[in-house]
Structures are given as C-alpha cells and as structure tokens.
C-alpha cells in the first residue's frame, strides 16, 4: 500500500487548534445563554449563511467522510443513488418544509421543539402525544450520536494509533465538551466553521487523488482495468444489475430530511422567513459539492492505492489517503480535522435536540411545571452529559458501522416524524390521534423492519415506515373527524 506517515506533531497541531477554536466558542456562548430559549433555539435570530451551513453540516455527520467513501470505494457509482436522493430531498425540505415551520412554530405557543409543536398544533389537553414523540426522539437520538462517537473513536484510532476504547473517551469528551457551555448558539457557530472546513477538505480532495493518479484519463483507465463495474451507476461490484429494490431503497434516504429534529430546528431558529430562499440556494450548492466529493473520493481511491483496503477498512479511506503521501503531513492534519468536524458538527446538534427534548418536553411538562428558566438551561447541560453516556455505551463495539448506524436512526426519523410534519404543515384537516398514530407507526415499523431479511424485507426501512405511517395520519385523521361529526349529530 501507498507509504503511510509516521505519527507526528504536524498531525496533532490542527486538531489542538480545532479543539481550542471550539472550546472557545463554547465559552463566548455560555455568557450569553441567558434562558431556555436562548439555549435551545438561539432566540431565533440565526442569519441564512449560519442557518444553512449549520443545517446541512449537523444533516452530514462523520459519514460524509467516512461512511459514504467508504460504500463508493466498495460499491463504486452505486453510492451515487444516495446522494441523488439527499439532493432531492434537501431541496424539497427547503423549499416547502423550512417556511411553514418556521412560521407555525412561532405561530402555535411559540414552539421550541417538535412535541411542543404537535401539541400546539392540535390543541392537545393530554400528554400522551408528547410523550410519545418526546421518546422516539430519544431513542433514535441515541443510536444516531453513538454513530458520531464511533465515527470520533476511528479517527483518533486511524490517525494517533490508540486503542478503540481510548479513541472512543477521547471523541465523546470534545463533543460534550462545548455543547455543555453555549447551547445552539455555540453548535451553530462552530457548525458554520465545520461545514467550511468539510467543503474545503472534501471538494480539493479528489483533485489531489486525481493529479497524483496521473491525472483523469489514466485514474478512469485504471478503475476500468481494476474493475469496470465501479463507474456503472446500474451494476454492482460483482457485475450483477442493481435491481429496482436496491436503487429505491438507496434513494430513499430523501425521504428522511422531512423528519429530523436537529434540521428542522435551524428552520425553527432563522431569523426571517424572508432569509429562507438565500439559505436555500447556499445549502444546495453545499451540498451538491460536498456529496459528490465524497463519492468521487471513494472511488479515486481505488485507483490511487497500490494494495487495495481490507473491506473492514473501507470506512477509513479518506483517513488512509490523508496519512498517505497525497499531502504534506501539516495539510493532512488539518483535512483529518474536516473529519473531525464532520463528525462533531451532527452529534452536537443531535446530543442539543435530545437534551432540549428532555427537558422540555418530560422534565418541564411532567416533573417541574414550576421551574426556572435556570433550571431549565442546566437540567438540559446535564442531560447533554447523561443521554452521550449511554451513546457512548452503545458504541462500544469496535465493529460498529458508522453507515449502518446512521441509516437505522435516520430511517427511523424520517418514517416516524416525517409524514406527521408534512401532513400537519400542510393539511388543515390533521387530528391529534392521527399525528400520534403516525408516530408509533412509523416508528415502530422501522424498529421491527430492520431486523427482518429476505424479499421485501430487504427494502430500506424508511420506505415501509413512511408509507405506513402516512396512512396511518390519514385513516386517523379521518375517523377522529367522522366520530366528532357524529358526537355533534
């Protein structure tokens, strides 16, 4: 395999510079973190370039630089599927979701999380909704930042040569670190200067694989002789045609931008409705670049390496490329920090919203009706530190899949939350029993569907989710209409 770099200060140097950078931030926050308010939406007073860089960077996590390489290095232009259906789907979340939401969030109660707002939405006197969602979101929240700290621990694992479990205590601290001080506001601003850091990073990147290839004409030359089936879009690794489940299933990961809490929120938190479109066309023109920079570096890479990577290494192609010698060590350490903030950009965000949940939503609502506003804000902090230490329980496995765990969890949000959103945005006739229905359908069904195989089952979770949990508002909404109907007769 390509010459890979002794261990060095050149390495460590960017990741002390990011860590101080964060930390900082965090501190600057924690002056200004005045209420519950201010810690979980930031006072709604975030600019389009903090709201849309913010939003697709916490939306992209560590798999951005690990997980989706790592499938194009195996699988070729077949990860292109997933990237078309996050483009798709970014779109559509921007266009129609972000000004609804964040009108009608102000609009009913003022809402600061999503079960706020479902109970806003439909007058709701009981509390079982609430707590229903309050509880999907912690528990998908969980499996979704155990993701990030996997993501961390490979990291410091592939670039500082410790040990998983070190790796592991080494990932979580950093990210509890500052979201423990300054709340959305530091999550925002520093998930600003990650997403800059990460398009930087993953859009030079396969320039510097291509010119170190020899250039575009001889890296296509050598794939096609490695083997042709990587550039077909339509075929798999072994020649076999990707069939109609297969590319639904992978394009189907658009379909999750509808329901995930830690994006919704920017939505909830910009300043102006106004400032949506501006944001919107910031966001597509990251996000567009940054996923097709991934892929590309998937696939490059295996032109580029002289020995190709054990599969259970492939997650770590982009670690590999920068410890090779593609760049100048001092280069390598600050692109590996883009991974870093990839990966720290989407757990802060994930680790606030479950926090924000917590206490909002059950502690407030059903323990401390009573409580101050400063009670609140460290009863949050606190949660922040309890709900990372049962992530980090469940990302003990050294064979974790930072992919696999990232698709269950955004599976689960999107089929749970995503249509419930949709319908109660955009559809006046929704009911109370309908948006619970969908909850616990879709959020069921993605439970129970993962750990099913064979024929259909092996259609990506999300899709069953969805659909069932959209017809489940429907019928519900329906009935609850026609017994009101029929109590009034």
């Given amino acids: 395999m390509t010459h890979i770099h002794s261990y060095s200060w050149t390495l460590i140097l960017p990741f002390v510079l990011y860590f101080i950078s964060v930390i900082g931030i965090g501190w600057f926050f924690y002056y200004r973190t005045r209420n519950l308010s201010d810690y979980v939406l930031g006072g709604r007073q975030l600019n389009s370039w903090v ?6 960077a916490s939306d992209m996590s560590g798999w951005l630089l690990l997980g989706l390489p790592g499938y194009a290095y195996l699988a070729g232009l077949e990860a292109g599927w997933i990237a078309a259906g996050l483009v798709f789907g970014t779109y559509l979340n921007w266009k129609f979701v972000a000004p609804r939401l964040r009108q009608q969030t102000e609009a009913f109660g003022d809402s600061m999380t999503l079960p706020d707002f479902f109970c806003n939405r439909f007058s709701v006197k009981l509390p079982i909704l609430r707590l229903y969602s309050a509880l999907f979101i912690l528990i998908f929240f969980l499996i979704y930042t155990a993701s990030g700290f996997v993501a961390g621990a490979k990291l410091f694992g592939s670039v500082f040569g410790v040990s998983y479990i070190e790796a592991l205590c080494i990932s979580a601290f950093i990210i509890i670190s500052y979201i423990f001080l300054g709340g959305f506001l530091a999550v925002c601003w520093t998930d600003f200067i990650q997403g800059t850091i990460m398009f930087i990073a993953i ?14 004409i001889l890296t296509l030359q050598k794939l096609f002789q490695i083997n042709p089936n990587l550039i077909d879009p339509i075929t798999e ?17 658009g379909l999750g931008y509808f329901g995930q809490p830690h994006i919704l929120a920017r939505f909830m938190a910009i300043r102006r409705i106004s400032e949506i479109p501006r944001a ?15 892929v590309m570096i998937g696939l490059f890479a295996n032109a580029y390496f002289t020995e190709p990577l054990p599969e259970a290494l492939s997650e770590t192609v982009f670690l590999k490329l920068m410890q090779s010698r593609l760049v100048p060590s001092l280069i390598a350490g600050f692109l590996m920090a883009a991974v870093l903030a990839a990966i720290m950009s989407t757990a802060d965000s994930q680790l606030l919203v479950a926090s924000s949940t917590f206490t909002e939503d059950l502690y407030h609502r059903f323990f401390r009706k009573t409580a101050t506003q400063k009670e609140l804000i460290w009863i949050s902090r606190l949660a ?8 980090f329980l469940i990302a003990m496995n050294p064979e974790a899949s930072v992919l696999d765990l990232v698709a269950y ?3 689960g949000f999107g089929a749970a939350f995503g249509p419930v959103i949709l319908m109660s945005l955009f559809w006046p006739g929704m009911k109370e029993n309908g948006a ?9 069904t993605v439970l129970v569907w993962k750990h099913l195989d064979g024929g259909w089952f092996d259609l990506y979770e999300i899709v069953p989710g ?8 429907v019928v519900f909404s329906s009935a609850g209409r026609i017994c009101t109907k029929m109590r009034r007769s």
């Avoid at 922040?384 to 992530?391: F, K, T």
């Fill in 51 to 56: 709201t849309s860089l913010s939003a697709q």
């Fill in 203 to 216: 859009v030079s990147v396969p320039f510097l694989i291509l010119q170190a290839s020899g250039g575009p």
């Fill in 237 to 253: 690794r072994d020649g076999a045609p990707l069939s109609v489940l297969s590319i639904v299933s992978l394009c189907a990961w």
């Fill in 280 to 294: 919107r066309k910031i966001a597509m023109f990251w996000v567009i670049a940054c996923l097709s920079g991934a």
């Fill in 384 to 391: 922040v530190i309890a709900i990372a230490v049962v992530a």
């Fill in 409 to 411: 969890a955004w599976a």
């Fill in 436 to 444: 619970l229905a969908g909850i616990l359908t879709g959020g069921i």
């Fill in 466 to 473: 969805f659909v069932f949990s959209g017809c489940a508002v």
